[in-house]
């Protein structure tokens, strides 16, 4: 949130409140030195427990206060009495001056102590008993787990007696305040919990609510069911027969989508990418990018920003080399009402930032209503011999977690368009664009130099009709599919070739569609076989169409092996075109 405050000169400040133990953790480490870097309105607040659920402050850090480590990243750091209110209001008003200032963040370390278990479950672990609801501080057993010497000492420094003492001593609290605000706070408490005790359960169904926002609750559906059987069967019989688009004469039922033509005059894929991020940024202020090497004088490491870097160069925002830290940004200033585009230089390097895409923008919404409107950039896959570490497919990865949005685009047309929707979008989309494709000179297309109508998520495309077999595929795959296809048609055996386009959320009608309708179905991606998106489609297709299959659902992909980084070995990973050729024959002739 604080790269929001800062790119919008509101004087707001972010502060992070975390305890000694989480301080160990990367991803804060990775923050406040983002934070620093950029000198971004931020306080950093440690609460110094003195013990993180069991381990004490000598077996998480070798330094004498936690505030000493701010030296490192270049930030003041300041160790105050965590009892003491009057000390952390004026530490706080002077960090949250200086950062209004533009002198970045602070840190602030809070020292006190732990008075309970880590949760209630641990009360009777820590302290050797089971707590009674009190306004003192509860006595420690000899069978507690908590230091005796530390605990005796903070509950000697109990803030509230402490306080009150003092506000007592200065005449500011008369004879019985305290005891009628004590009154006050256990009635609140208490009307509230009550109010939580009596509320009804939630309606089960509501659990399907609220993972993406506009979409309809998420409910389970038996397709095996003979209502949902003949729902099914009703709907497929009044679709529409035209034959336009069809490439036989068996009168397919779909067309095939109108896209500019491949012309080795028009532009690249990396091209269309620049330019969608362009349309982004001229289109809405509240756009920007984030990540590593993507602005200054270098643009990408595929210098495919530079092109923007003249013009909205202050808008494309150089990161610390730190996943994890890339994608809390993009996070944080998406909650506070920014459309961050965040990049992973190379999409392998998500592995670090992990916590930050699966456990906070993918279920933010759904936890607390708290949308995350943000694209993430994903160079991806093989097909160059760059090795493990710049060669995974990583789809399958998130396919599979609710919350997160895929696409996949194949053409410059495509990436273009799919960009705009991506960016407009209230929920978190990662855009994968396949490296191989950047600079492909065979499917360069003729691009307008205004915006492309935009292309809905979820939405596949038809690149080829016939009626033997449908190969389904995406990203750099889908042009292997259509070359097999034409390749095929020399015999006379006419192929539809459906390119997904969107992940999730997955056009399932046209899936099925074009399973039901050819019979036949050849699922091809670059992704290795195992829990790869491609088992995911035959699930789908052999339970929602498995009487209009004619054959089993064949599936090609990469072995089950990490990427090679030699060129033999790498062939030979990847699915060759030979290979499924192969399949797409035996398919036909099954």
Known sequence: MAMAFWREGSGRVAVSFIGEGGSSLGEWHEAINLCAARRLPAIFCIQNNQTALST??????????????????????????????????????????????????????????????????????????????????????GHGYANRELYEYWASRDPIALYAARLTADAILAPGDLDRFKSEAEAIVEAEARAVIDAPWPDPAQAGIGVFANEPARVRVEVLDPDVRLRTRNAEAAEPTEKSGCASSA???????????????????????????????????????????????????????????????????????????????????????????????????????????????????????????????????????AGPYHSQNTEAWFYRTPGLKIVVPSTPHDARALMASAVADPDPVLYYEHIALYRDPRIRQAIADEPPAPIPLGRAAVRRAGDDLAIISYGAFVHVALRLAEKLAADGIEASVLDLRSLAPLDRDALLHVARHCHKVLVIHEDSRTGGIGESLAAIIQEEAFEALDAPIRIVGALDTPVPYSPSLEEFYLPSEAQIERAARLLIAY
């Open 56 to 141: 004490p402050v000598a077996d998480q850090s070798a330094v004498r206060t936690f505030a000493e480590k701010a030296a490192g990243y270049g930030v003041p750091g300041v160790t105050i009495d965590g009892t003491d209110p009057e000390a952390i209001a004026g530490a706080f008003g002077w960090a949250a001056e200086r950062a209004r200032a533009g002198l970045g963040p602070a840190l602030i370390e809070l020292v006190a102590m732990r008075m309970c278990g880590h949760a209630h479950h641990d009360d009777m672990l820590y302290l050797g008993r089971d707590p009674q609801t009190s306004w003192e501080i509860p006595p420690l057993t």
């Open 251 to 385: 009168g397919c039922r779909f067309n095939v989508e109108e896209a500019p033509p491949f012309d080795a005059k028009g532009r690249t894929f990396l091209d269309a990418v620049m330019l969608g991020v362009g349309d982004a940024l001229r289109a809405d202020p509240r756009v920007f990018v984030y990540g590593e090497d993507v602005g200054g004088s270098y643009g990408n490491a595929f210098l495919l920003l530079r092109p923007l870097i003249e013009e909205l160069g202050d808008r494309i925002i150089n990161s610390p080399i730190a996943e994890s830290g890339v994608l809390g940004v993009c996070v944080g200033a998406a909650l506070a009402g920014q459309r961050p585009i965040g990049e992973m230089q190379f999409n392998d390097f998500v592995a670090t930032g992990f916590n930050q895409l699966v456990n906070n923008a993918a279920m933010n919404r759904y936890r607390w209503g708290g949308g995350v409107p943000m694209v993430l950039r994903m160079p991806w896959g093989g097909l160059r011999h």
